[in-house]
């Protein structure tokens, strides 16, 4: 008989600790929901994001600095703007209330920050006015501080000192790893931009209103949702999850999102779907960097060929001379010539040649050495759009997300709100002049399935059509082309060129 009791007792003992363990892990999820929502609020209460997606990502980065020896490397968020007064330092002041061991950094010494990095509590650096570290002058032991930027993003990282003590040079080794929030005017390297989520911070318009930020006044509350977030994280460390990410995220940009999808996962709700938008969206405006001189060259020699296959070198540099904005009539004060042409080249394996142009035989170029080098570091060939370096800035203010209407697309019998796992909070999506077919159509893609469309490419970002940067037909400066809904946001927002969509509405 107790044979047969033994293995019956056995089923209901092992029923009752799978109800359990999902009790706890539906408790896990709601508590990592709440915080998530709490500090998402917090977060909008005082800061004027330039889209959803950046308000999404910041809240998810904020969180996972909690979670910090879970993560094989952690992502920078830079907030950064073209001019001053874009609340770029307000955005570093409210972080400071929710993360763990916050160091607000404004011109500090390599040691200071080595130190508090190796301190052996895992901080979190604020570092503001960055771009007083990557100006042009800037040498010597600031160079120390951008080392430990860029190696301190991956677990285990360590910085190398020699130490004096008398007579004696020993050698140590001061962790690097720790999360970093930057904050300044202008672009980052391309090594820390790289590892960044940059969010381009705008002035607020007179239409858009926050509450005024006291830290005296806000402390207090900050410091609740951040303990909140903390007694999560110490509980439910271990139930952090590995993420799938969609196919479009690779390489570096999937170490700098990994860690914000798994937090996502984690707490549920909306928030997988939004931060695989976000991170989809904010990948590629990330992509839209200061170009260097010889991917400048590059582009305008594209220019300038047009559709001849060759061209002598006198003719080239004379029709880069007379672009818009051209640079090559002054470099640090002297012309650019063919000596200087030839020079700039060679690093593409390009070199001049004598060629053909009727009965003469100068020397010059043939398009055939340059396609190579067009394809590896040039964006795809769009239509007529040539984005300014103010459009550039503009443009990342535009990707206004329409988390929402997605869902309401698919059941209309809802409203925006009730899809929204963010309490109080609405996303409200603007839609003008964009087909109701189209919004259905983004509705029906998911994040984790993505659609390539590998022969349209957005006119003014130049990236492909996928979940998130769904493709519209639009007719720019009335030539046939193709754009996503948040980039033609920023057409109504002031593009430079005429931009119409497919069906005649502006």
Known sequence: MTGNIIPHRFGEVAAEFRSERDRAASKAKKQCNDALNEVYKFLGRFICFPSEHAHVAHALWCIHTHLMDQWDSTPRIAFLSAEKGSGKTRALEVTNLLVPNAVLAVNVSPTYLFRKVGSGN???????EIDALFGPKVKGDKEDIRALLNAGHRRGAVAGRCVVKGNQVSTEEIPAYAAVALAGLGW?????????????MQRRRPDQHVESFRERLHRNEGFKVRDAIAVWAQANA?????????????DRDADVWEPLVAIADAAGGDWP??????????????????????????????????????????????????L?????????????????LAHRLRQYEIRSRTVRIGDDTPKGYRRADFENAWAS???????????????????????????????VADNPSK???????????????????????????????????????????CAHC????????RLLECWVDGQQSFGHEDCLEAAWRGWPGVVELADGNV
């Open 377 to 407: 570091y040039l964006p795809p060939s769009s239509p007529t759009l040539r984005k300014s370096a103010t459009a550039a800035t503009a443009q990342h203010a535009a990707d206004r997300d329409p988390p929402v209407a997605d869902d």
């Open 273 to 322: 779907r939004l931060a695989r938008r976000a991170a989809a969206v904010l990948v590629a405006y990330g992509k839209d960097v200061e170009p260097s001189l010889g991917v400048r060259l590059l582009s305008d020699i594209k220019t300038v060929f047009g559709e001849r296959e060759v061209m002598s070198t006198r003719a080239m540099l004379a029709e880069l001379k007379m």
């Open 324 to 340: 818009d904005e051209s640079p090559w009539n002054d470099i640090r004060g002297k012309e650019l010539d063919d000596r200087g």
């Open 462 to 469: 130049g990236q492909p059509d996928f979940p998130g940067l």
């Open 238 to 250: 271990k139930r952090i999850a590995w993420p799938e990410l969609p196919p479009e995220i690779q």
């Open 122 to 128: 895992v901080a979190t650096i604020l570092y503001d």
């Open 415 to 457: 409203t925006a709100n009730e899809f929204n796992d963010v309490a109080d909070v609405a996303l409200v999506a603007d839609f003008r002049g964009v087909r109701e077919t189209d919004v259905a159509d983004t509705a029906s893609s998911t994040a984790t399935e993505p659609t390539l469309t590998a022969t349209k490419r």
């Open 188 to 200: 980052l390297p391309d090594t820390i931009q790289s590892r960044s989520i940059i969010i381009r």
